[in-house]
């Protein structure tokens, strides 16, 4: 397969992610290669993240009120740092769940943060990763408006309330009086944008895809972005 220890999956959420990372950790492990998955926040059976920031204080959806955005970036890198050193003499493969856009990035992106830092931030943590030769699978969708209303008719009323208040009502949010569902599209528009220019900034092995449910495509693409070979 292609030369890396590290894959990321990102999109925005109900892109994918998650199994598509499961895809992918499967298709090498079926063919003898030592894989595993880094989800993208605390699960039952991993209550501690090792990469994330704002689960770990206080205020998890409101992180503004803990950290600045000093401190947030400097506690994601070394956290990014000490990761890197964990896993340096393991041979296994990691697919990961977002954490480079979405996560972390997010969080910073919703405490107001100018999108040049942010960039320069992916870029800290993709220099922290060099050694293990990072790639980057990303998922984005032609209307952000259908794509969030789908996941938040896929996930219940309670779930989208919950992204609504969180998300609309940050820093971010507030700054620009945004509101309800459209604030949440519009806040995920400006999103998609930093998220696109950063993409297409990265200097490291990459693949967008056009999420239009095409999932048999989309694997094979992936499978071949990732040179794999078809069983």
């Known amino acids: 397969m292609k030369d890396t220890r590290f894959i990321f999956v990102e999109g925005i959420m109900g892109a994918g992610k998650s199994t598509t990372a499961w895809f992918i950790t499967e298709q090498l492990r079926r063919r003898g ?65 977002g954490l480079l856009f979405h996560g972390n990035m997010t969080d910073l992106f919703l405490m107001n943060v100018e999108p040049s830092v942010l960039h320069n931030y992916v870029d800290q943590v993709i220099a922290h990763l060099q050694a293990l030769k990072p790639v980057l699978i990303y998922f984005y969708h032609s209307n952000i408006s259908q794509a969030l209303r789908w996941i938040c008719d896929e996930r219940g009323k309670a779930w989208e309330d919950y992204q609504i208040n969180w998300k609309v009502g940050s820093p971010y949010g507030k700054q620009r009086s945004l509101h309800g569902f459209d604030g949440l599209v519009q806040l995920y528009k400006d999103y998609r944008a930093i998220c696109d220019h950063i993409f297409t900034q990265l200097e490291i092995p990459k693949l967008a895809i056009r999420n239009e449910g095409d999932w048999t495509k989309y694997y094979e693409q992936i499978l071949g972005f990732l040179e794999v070979p078809v069983e």
């Open 33 to 97: 290669i030592t894989a595993g998955i880094l989800e993208e926040g605390p699960t039952l059976e991993q209550p501690e993240h090792s990469l994330r920031v704002a689960t770990a204080f206080p205020h998890p959806n409101a992180i503004w009120r803990d950290l600045t955005p000093e401190a947030f970036m400097e506690t994601s890198l070394q956290k990014w740092q000490h990761f890197v050193q964990s896993v340096q003499q393991d041979r296994a493969v990691t697919t990961c769940v």
